[in-house]
């Protein structure tokens, strides 16, 4: 599941994704985030932003995104990156 979230005209967020753990590493979080992407660009957004748990960062490189930055520590414990790609 996910969530796009518009900021400004021209930036969307990523939010609330998760994959349940049974389908992990079977191609269904990149079909989601393929999804939300397309949906940013209909909406008119040029770049798609989020904060992603330390141990996903990979993930979202590996489609494309970058870290930017620190991004707030959830809960006081599980340590977050921002990431961000450009739209084409």
């Given at each position: ?43 008119g957004a040029k770049r798609v932003v989020l904060n992603s ?31 961000m790609k450009e739209l084409s």
């Open positions: 599941m996910g969530r796009i979230h518009l900021n400004s005209p021209v930036e969307a967020q990523v939010r609330y994704m998760a994959v349940e753990p049974q389908f992990a590493r079977g191609g269904l979080g990149g079909r989601i985030l393929v999804g939300l992407e397309a949906r940013a660009r209909e909406l748990r330390e141990l996903a960062c990979r993930f979202y490189q590996q489609h494309g995104y970058a870290v930017c930055g620190p991004a707030e520590t959830m809960f006081g414990q599980i340590p977050h990156a921002r990431m």
